[in-house]
């Protein structure tokens, strides 16, 4: 066999990685043409591509608020720990009973700790959780936590194929399609915001909200803020389940707004804030008393 | 043109491998097929029913479980084999040459498994290519990129390495077997005896490459998919590049070690590899290891003098809680004392025995799989929210996983001994 | 020395050896940390004290000359009020909500005098807690999807509104799937064939070394 010289292996191996990189950007565009949930602005009508009643896999994507970022309120005051919320969510974003728990977890925290969101040392050795079946306990003050929709966030920084985004209006939402399910973006995550699909679904036909994909097993997901409903203009399930009105959903950049006007108008904290992720749940201790 | 000069005689032992396969050697492979067998089978369990048949949990438990660390154990270990191969090269540590070839393929055997445990912790293995196909996008950002071009390029280095440095040998030997002898053939493309020598220059840069990127590996992507977050208290930390890659040096050399003590029993090439290639490494291995623990003791030490609550919580776990037993354990019996021993064969030449070398070396190796337990896993299970403490006591499908890719690194490993000549043989 | 070295390196060996053991064999087993899952509170009612206590029909109660004069309850049923106590002194907080001489307590009154059925309590929340009211009207107040299906009173006890919300938590959520049990005999059969394997090997390769 003739040896070959180093100019011709040279021009192979320049040769190979130009069409290694070519095919890679083929893929890509060829990808991108054939999936939808790509485009994250394209105007893609919410009726396309579903059948009423049969549940959405790939999920479609609504269009982003021009302008809008969406920012959540909580009060911690009038919070009375029953859940309602969390259940609220479960039905409604189609998440099955092996997410345990569901997207939102809500923690009881003792009176005499700083409502500063940060947890006293007797709460992270033990662990603060109520029993589920007596809400309010004297004495607790109540946490309501989920995806914070951060700013800054970690997830959106380090996940390896992009699945995870930041939107425009301010939702950090998920592409369930591109997730291979790596959980780097669960442990990224400092609230534990993030849950994975360990097992494949169970969900009852009857119980499934055909407005939100069912998610397949192995892929990352959380809270969206509903963004299927507030693009709408509704507001997110656990807004509104919520008994006490412990919860405010709202455009944050419009300066007359329910969550704009409360946090002008009472000192409010968010969770963790000195790790600089930015999130955009902000907490309020308006107290008890529903004042209107 | 083939080369037709002969080995000598004493040179001859060196290709027992490739000329006598006994009964043992099929037994061992036997067992170690079944071994990975039992591993396939555990995997096809985790494929069909989900992740959620090991004992990995969000938000409650652990993320990442043992699977990430056999990721972490195997990526490091590959770089042993490649340290002692760039040393000959570039420090023309003659008297290592013997061990440069068992190294380099213990480098790509552990390669390979650190990409397997990958594929297997993935929830979407069928989706692996996604990671490729959006490349560009994420590289600028996420680590867990900047990690597999890292792997990938340090496997194709260390891969052309291996096939550049092996040709000479092939060349001389291809005549004498006959389907082996097609295989080296066609690894032979092209070759010319004038080669020899330009190979050794390309080596020569590849050294320094792979110097590098042993540096940007084991001290760089991996411990960055760690260090880079504040989300886990006792990850961040700018320290978590040098422990990882002291923890790699150390553990991969003793691996060499092993494994050349290993095929120096069974074959028996006590001229060829001298016991006191073994008193180096050991010496090497020592060194290197009572720096980890020196680095260990700094790391518990800034936690837990005035450290902040989610750090003096995980530490609490790992120090006194229900994970102490294993961690006195290991930092004890696993690092002191084999570096004790170690050290005490090196300062006193009388003392030294390659039984305990290599047992002490052994004790290492599997200490460091703990000690990279011990970093993965309890920072998870102590979030900064206050939710109820994770507990983590992996499944036997996750054990029978583990033991697979180890069983899988050895029957490969045997695999090369038996086609490839794992020793280069000199010229006369 | 070759002995005592043999002896070091396996005690050292069973050693670290041991501690990784026993977290395998606790996972053998099958065991994974599973949700606490605490009991199901029984509700409770109003109508839980009828039961107990039995309904007015099996109290005598003293009947008014002209039937107007307001019954004395506080003589009979002692009742804590929270919040509500505000509302009067003494039977003046019972006359605040109940008909002073309905000792059936089949009705309510509005503040304006006004009599209703028992069914509409919601109503004569709405007098004072209008805002509330309000909002459990439109649906954003209360268990969702049943928007004035059920009354105020299906969860807030009205004696002690503030301190119990009866009805309003559900009980946690089941425990996650647990991983599949480990197959004993196939991995006795594994395990055994493993190690006759290996003795072999090793019994095998020595005996060639010294035959």
Redesign the interface.
């Known amino acids: 066999m003739s040896p070959i010289s180093r100019r011709q292996f040279i021009t192979y191996l320049v040769g190979a990685a130009g069409a290694v990189v070519l095919s890679t950007r083929v893929a890509q565009a060829a990808s991108k043409a054939g999936d939808v949930t790509q485009s994250r602005t394209d105007p893609v009508p919410a009726a396309r591509k579903k059948t009423p009643g049969k549940p959405v896999v790939d999920g479609v994507e609504t269009q982003a608020v021009a302008g809008a970022k969406f920012g959540m309120v909580i009060d911690c005051g009038a919070c009375i720990g029953c859940r309602r919320c969390q259940y609220a969510c479960k039905t409604e974003n189609n998440t099955p009973d092996t997410i345990s728990p569901a997207w939102i977890e809500v923690f009881g925290l003792k009176n005499e700790v700083d409502l500063t969101g940060h947890a006293s040392m007797e709460e992270l050795r033990q662990g603060a959780t109520t029993s589920y079946t007596e809400s309010p306990k004297p004495g607790m003050w109540y946490l309501a936590t989920q995806c914070n929709h951060c700013d800054n966030a970690p997830c959106v920084q380090v996940c390896p194929t992009g699945a995870t985004y930041k939107t425009e209006d301010g939702y950090v939402l998920m592409d369930y399609k591109k997730c291979v399910g790596c959980r780097f973006c669960v442990v990224a995550c400092p609230y534990n915001a993030r849950r994975f699909n360990w097992v494949p679904p169970k969900l009852d036909e009857k119980d499934i909200n055909p407005q939100v994909p069912v998610r397949p097993v192995g892929v990352v997901e959380k809270c969206t803020f509903c963004v299927h409903r507030t693009r709408d203009g509704k507001l997110p399930r656990c807004v509104e389940a919520c008994p006490v009105s412990a919860r405010h959903f709202g455009n944050l950049n419009d300066p007359q707004s329910e969550v704009s006007r409360l946090l002008r108008s009472t000192p409010n904290f968010r969770l963790l804030e000195d790790l600089n992720t930015e999130p955009s749940i902000r907490y309020i201790t308006r107290g008890r008393k529903f004042t209107g | 043109m083939l080369r037709r000069t002969t080995i000598d005689q004493h040179q001859e032992s060196l290709l027992r491998p490739l000329l006598n396969t006994g009964r043992p050697f099929l037994m061992l492979c036997a067992a170690l097929a079944l071994i990975v067998g039992w591993g396939v089978y555990a995997w096809i369990i985790q494929l069909s029913q989900g992740l959620g048949v090991t004992a990995m949990r969000t938000p409650v438990g652990a993320t990442w479980g043992v699977y990430i660390v056999n990721f972490i154990f195997f990526a490091s270990m590959a770089h042993g084999g490649m340290a002692v191969s760039a040393a000959v090269h570039l420090l023309k540590a003659e008297k290592f040459k013997p061990l440069a070839r068992m190294g380099e393929v213990l480098t790509i055997v552990a390669v390979c498994m650190a990409g397997f445990s990958i594929v297997i912790d993935m929830g979407r293995p069928d989706r692996v290519f996604n990671m490729i196909l959006y490349w560009p996008g994420r590289v600028g950002e996420s680590p867990l990129t900047w990690d597999i071009t890292v792997i990938i390029l340090y496997f194709m280095l260390s891969l052309s390495f291996l096939w550049l440095t092996m040709r000479r040998d092939l060349a001389r030997l291809a005549d004498r077997f006959g389907i082996r002898g097609r295989l080296y053939k066609v690894m032979l493309i092209g070759y010319r005896q004038e080669e020899d020598k330009k190979i050794d220059r390309l080596a020569y840069w590849l050294s320094i490459a792979i110097v590098f990127l042993i540096v940007m590996l084991s001290g760089g992507v991996i411990p960055w998919i760690f260090g880079l977050l504040p989300a886990q208290a006792g990850w961040f930390s700018s320290m978590a590049g040098p422990y990882f890659l002291t923890a790699a040096l150390a553990s991969s050399m003793a691996a060499v070690t092993i494994v050349a003590a290993v095929l120096r029993k069974i074959y028996g090439w006590q001229e060829h590899i001298k016991p006191d290639l073994f008193r180096t490494l050991g010496v090497i291995v020592a060194l290197i290891t009572a720096f980890y623990i020196y680095l260990s003791f700094t790391e518990q030490l800034t936690v837990n003098f005035a450290g902040p609550h989610g750090e003096v919580a995980v530490s609490e776990l790992i120090l006194s809680g229900e994970l102490s037993p294993l961690y006195w354990g290991t930092m004890i019996g696993g690092f002191i004392l084999p570096t004790m021993l170690m050290l005490a064969q090196a300062i006193r030449p009388k003392w030294f025995s390659m039984t305990r070398t290599v047992i002490a070396a052994v004790v290492l190796v599997i200490a460091f799989w703990v000690k990279r337990f011990l970093i993965v896993v309890p920072s998870l299970l102590r979030p900064l929210l206050p939710f109820p403490s994770g507990t983590y006591s992996p499944t036997w499908i996750e054990w029978s996983i583990v033991a697979g890719t180890v069983a899988l690194a050895v029957l490969l490993y045997a695999v090369f001994i038996k086609v490839f000549p794992i020793v280069e043989a000199q010229e006369k | ?2 002995w005592l ?2 002896v ?2 396996a005690a ?2 069973a ?3 041991w ?2 053991v026993r ?2 064999l ?3 087993s ?4 599973a ?1 606490a899952v ?4 029984q509700p409770s009612s109003v109508d839980a004290n009828y039961a107990v206590y039995g309904t007015a029909a099996d109290y005598p109660h003293p009947a008014a000359p002209d039937g107007t004069a307001p019954l004395d309850c506080l003589s009979c049923h002692k009742q804590t009020l929270n919040y509500h106590d505000k509302l009067g002194a003494g039977n003046r907080a019972c006359y605040a909500c109940h008909v002073s001489t309905d000792w059936k307590m089949d009705t309510l009154q509005l503040p304006s005098g006004a009599v209703i059925p028992k069914d509409e309590s919601s109503q004569l929340c709405g007098q004072c807690h209008q ?2 009211y309000n ?1 459990w009207n439109e ?6 999807g049943t928007v004035a299906a059920i009354p105020c009173i299906a ?1 807030h006890n009205p004696h002690q509104p ?2 119990e ?1 009866l009805n ?10 647990t ?2 049990p ?1 197959p004993k005999d196939l ?1 006795i059969i ?1 395990g055994i ?2 190690a006759c ?2 003795a ?3 019994i ?2 020595r005996r ?1 070394e010294n035959p």
Do not use: N
Request: net charge positive; proline share 14%; hydrophobic share 55%.
């Open positions: 020395m070759k070295t043999l070091l390196g050292l060996f050693a670290v050896a501690l990784l977290p395998a606790a996972a053998a099958g065991e994974v940390p949700a605490s009991a199901t509170a805002d509330r909002a649906g954003t107040h209360g268990i969702p969860c503030q301190v919300f309003i938590t559900k009980p946690p959520m089941p425990p996650v799937h991983p599949p480990l991995a594994l064939s493993v394997l290996i072999g090997a090793i095998l390769a060639r």
